[in-house]
């Protein structure tokens, strides 16, 4: 364990590369040909989650940044850091959803109006993504909600497997499938191409014990589960962005007409809103208000100026450390005996003391005293060598000083192996 994170040195001098130039069409108006769309934003806290009907029809390609910090990019610092793992995250998710529905769109005529079931089959393999289609969707009712908002009650045609199953084995059928859960994603393609996001607020598979000789009394009263009438089944929905006034538009729209046309409510399985949308949503968040620990060490900008000695960038000690100068910590609370052992950034203990008075080995000893005296410290080694066990004792020596250093919360994100520790100030 070094003092220090060390810059990368070459044994032999690197391999060189032909210089080539770079041309990277920036997002949204710092395009020279303009915005690709509606939804194509210079700053991601104007981008929409889900993609819009715009975006679905744009026919340029959208804006990727690289990772790599030569690729050219109109943001600095911890802004280009947040900024590329929005885009990119957003492409991985929303993206699918984009591409799926342009295809779907863009084989209107074969997938949605057509009745070749070959051609079906085959344009949907080439389709990269899993999607299930319910067809001839005509919006029945609107009504509201006090928690949930809208709910709109949408009605469609019975799979065709389905319609000529007797109503106990219909039934079954929706309680066993795994089609329409609470929660799931679908998109709602109207007879214009446009395209709403909804959430399944609720599905029944059967409203009530019925039987064959009350369907033509249950069906003077409308459609009102998945599986009681063998031609149509209903689902609730809510909007995604209920207070978005397109949307709530559309479906206006759409509850006005009184036959069922050729719109469509395409399903994503497998692919969760909730998986992905409160990521995405606190990245926007930060990249108003980057306030993130470490923000110059993961995104350094360019007037960041580090102190190196021999090739070495020197990291500070923590800032609870070097509020107060002279402060010692503590550190009997991790010793075997109570020996009143001391730590300070100008008198660290020794290796040899912590090795003799406490339970931890010579390089976990290296360990806690690195991760004491820098702001941030990168412990590593393979499975069972004490890395979080260190870890351990790094939070007992914070929470036995917790009042001499007037710290706050101490957050621990601990994933399989790595562990990143965090400590907040009052």
Known sequence: ???????????????????????????????????????????????QILPTTSEIKGNRSEYLPLKSKDFPHH??????????????????????????????VGRWEVLVKGT???AKRKFLRQIDAKISIFDRVKV????????KG???????????????????????????SRDLHHGSLVALIDDTMETTFLLVADRVAIKQKRT??????????????????????????????PNSMLDQARIMTLVQQTTPGTAVLVEFPGMLYTTFEPVLSCLKTLHKQPTLPFTNWLAPAAETQYTVTNGVVEVPPPLYLSRLAGLELDLSCITNDGY??????????????????????????????????????????PPGTGKSYVGHKLVQVLLANRDLLKIGPIICVWFVFPLLLWVDGF
């Not at 290796?351 to 010579?362: F, I, N, P």
């Open 116 to 118: 070749d079931k070959n």
């Open 212 to 241: 064959e000789q009350s369907m033509d009394e249950f069906r003077k009263q409308g459609i009102k589960d998945l599986a009681g009438d063998p031609n149509r089944a209903l689902v609730s929905l809510t909007l995604v962005t």
């Open 75 to 104: 943001e600095k610092g911890i802004h280009r850091l947040l900024d590329t793992q929005f885009r990119l995250l957003r492409e991985d998710t929303a993206g699918q959803l984009r591409d799926a529905v342009c295809a779907l």
């Open 140 to 147: 029945s009712q609107l009504r509201f909600d006090r928690r």
């Open 340 to 381: 009143p052992l001391r730590f300070s950034v100008q008198r660290p203990v020794t290796v040899e003391q912590l090795e003799q008075h406490t339970t931890l080995d010579h390089g976990q000893c290296e360990s806690l005293i690195m991760s004491l005296k820098h702001e941030l410290a990168l412990v590593q080694g």
């Open 1 to 47: 364990m070094g003092d220090a994170i060390p810059s990368v040195a070459y044994d032999v001098a690197p391999t060189s590369f032909p210089m080539f130039q770079m041309h990277v069409d920036p997002p949204g108006d710092l395009s020279i040909k303009g915005p690709r769309h509606d939804n194509d934003k210079a700053s991601i806290e104007d981008i």
């Open 150 to 176: 809208m709910v709109i009650d949408a009605s469609f045609a019975q799979p065709e497997r389905v319609t000529k199953m007797k109503l106990r084995d219909r039934a079954d059928w929706w309680r066993d």
